[in-house]
């Protein structure tokens, strides 16, 4: 489940902690690609909306890996090398993730205030970014089943077609057949639902996981898709969790 307001999105699974950011940009606030900001006045509107500095954040340089990077307060502002993955126990630090039909997925345990972000394309799914994840967390101290995980937008099974060798690659990681699927005679992947079975073999409970039926292909009018969009219409969405200082 998921509101929509204004150019972003949140999740439902949070609702209940109003000192929790934790959202994702929507097409209409603009192409918020942080790495080497391209538009540096949308990035700074987007996160005014949230009262939020630029500089309070982190991001990564999401290569594709299965790699996770703990963070504190000390790297607000910076973007951390090679990693698809970040994690932070302390409030005022805010994590952000580009995507634009790859999976966004964070993470919250009330218990411990830790919270998390994975980008998980294609590559760091196959190499299971939810276990290192998983790992990280607990040597922060957190429960696996305090975890609430929310799955932000990205491709669907229904669009993402993948090649005979990609389907093969990761039925043998993930032989359900809500991951690798035939839709007229073409292999399709739903990574969403790839990394929503990794997270409950690793001992997320089911009703942690709110997974918003959402496809940035399908609802191109208000997501980006990398693949649906062309060049000259794509931007990266951006998503940011982190916990307000009192
Ligand atoms: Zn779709």
């Known amino acids: 489940m998921l509101t929509v307001n204004n150019n972003f999105i949140s999740f439902s ?19 918020l690609y942080i790495k080497n900001l391209r538009q540096p006045e949308k990035v700074q509107t987007f996160l005014s909306q949230l ?27 910076k973007t951390i090398p ?56 607990e040597r922060q101290g957190v429960r696996v089943t305090n975890l609430l995980v929310a799955i932000g937008p990205h491709i669907g099974g229904c669009c993402y077609e993948v090649s005979d060798h990609l389907a093969h690659v990761f039925k043998t990681r993930f032989p359900s057949e809500q991951v690798v699927f035939q839709t007229q005679n073409k292999w399709h992947v739903d990574l969403g639902e790839a990394n929503k079975l990794s997270l409950l073999e690793l001992g997320v409970l089911p009703e942690h996981i709110d997974v918003p039926i959402t496809c940035t292909s399908c609802q191109n009018d208000r997501y980006f898709s990398y693949r649906k969009d062309s060049k000259a219409t794509f931007g990266e969405m951006l998503g940011v969790i982190g916990i307000r200082t009192v």
Do not use: W
């Open 13 to 31: 699974i949070f609702e209940k902690f109003p000192e929790l950011v934790c959202v994702m940009s929507m097409r209409g606030a603009g192409d």
């Open 51 to 77: 009262a939020i500095r630029p500089d309070e954040l982190v991001s990564m340089e999401q290569v594709h890996c299965e790699h996770v990077a703990v963070v504190n307060k000390e790297f607000r502002g």
């Open 82 to 137: 090679g990693v698809d993955g970040l994690i932070a126990s302390e409030r005022g630090i805010y994590l952000g993730v580009n995507a634009g039909d790859c999976v966004p997925i964070f993470f919250y345990d009330p218990k411990t205030l830790m919270t998390g972000v994975i980008h998980a394309g294609h590559r760091s799914t196959y190499l299971l970014i939810t276990a290192e994840f998983i790992r990280f967390a």
